[in-house]
């Protein structure tokens, strides 16, 4: 939620609940609850005259929505007012563009090197305006990326040395190293498995929100050592990035909930993979299903 106030800003006396994240803080003493997609900041504003305001990306049927030439649903980034009204509207075309536009807007890059995910990205932003995108879209991934922010170090008991949980680029698989809380993110892969199914073709920060919560294993429930039962809150984190997209960002009309890690392996072989799970089967606390192994008697 961004609030400031004409070039300057200040504590204060205001209550918000929006849907949505975003979350530069541009103001002091903020109390930032998430819970299922909601927001609230509260704050203590001497000065009646500061003016707060709080920025989301629109869902796709709101509409308010921005539309290109062909009458096209965009992306659509707004402005509210301190009461929830809408003060403006910007569509793009995609997520590249709306980071393009972040990283040159004076108002949203000046304080960019005290943002939640700055020291994840550790000041590469090529990494850290996706993760902004990716934070406003979807504020359960702000919430993660604070608590992990929220431990400079971590000690990697087997490199025997103190290491600072970061993000950076890779040209292999997605993965957390789990000793360090490293996350490691591909930008170009679409596909965990190359499967027919639906949900396994994704953005590719998708991935990201997933391995993010590895961290977040790591550093808050001090996790160590990867096993398959961490891949329950990381697919859990994952189908909530999953949603935002789904209803906020064009072109993902086909995305569906991660239904599982996998599928189902019969006397040792991969056999099938888990089914496909419209929108309606699925709801923010659903539990993915680990992988199946099933054995011939």
């Not at 536009?101 to 590469?124: E, F, H």
């Not at 990716?134 to 025997?160: G, H, I, K, N, Y």
Request: hydrophobic share 40%; glycine share 8%; proline share 7%.
């Amino acid at each position: 939620m961004n609030q400031y106030n004409a070039g300057r800003t200040a504590p204060g006396t205001q209550g918000m609940a929006r849907g949505l994240v975003g979350l530069f803080l541009w103001g002091a003493s903020l109390t930032v609850l998430f819970a299922t997609g909601h927001v609230r900041a509260e704050s203590f504003i001497p000065d009646a005259d500061v003016v707060l305001f709080s920025y989301d990306f629109l869902d796709l049927d709101d509409p308010r929505i921005v539309s290109d030439g062909d009458a096209a649903p965009m992306l659509t980034y707004a402005c509210f007012d301190e009461d929830g009204a809408l003060v403006w509207t910007r569509g793009f075309t995609d997520i590249d563009a709306w980071c393009e536009y972040a990283r040159n807007d004076p108002g949203l890059s000046a304080r960019k090197t005290t943002q939640v995910g700055w020291a994840m990205s550790q000041g590469n932003e090529e990494i850290f305006w996706p993760l902004q995108a990716l934070m406003v879209l979807c504020p359960a991934v702000r919430d993660t990326v604070a608590a992990v922010e929220s431990r400079p170090l971590v000690f990697d008991r087997f490199a025997r040395a103190w290491k600072t949980p970061h993000i950076e680029f890779t040209t292999g698989q997605n993965f957390c190293h789990q000793p360090s809380a490293t996350v490691y993110w591909n930008p170009t892969i679409t596909r965990a498995y190359g499967s027919p199914m639906a949900w396994d073709t994704f953005p590719p920060l998708i991935s990201l929100a997933h391995e993010l919560v590895h961290a977040w294993q790591r550093v808050v429930e001090d996790k160590q050592i990867y096993g398959p039962t961490l891949e329950i809150a990381a697919i859990q984190g994952e189908n909530l990035a999953r949603h935002a997209f789904y209803r906020k960002v064009p072109g993902n009309e086909s995305l569906r909930p991660r239904p599982g890690n996998r599928g189902i392996y019969r006397n040792g072989a991969f056999t099938a993979y888990f089914e496909d799970l419209e929108w309606s089967e699925w709801w923010p606390g659903s539990e993915p299903a680990l992988d199946t192994f099933l054995e011939d008697r």
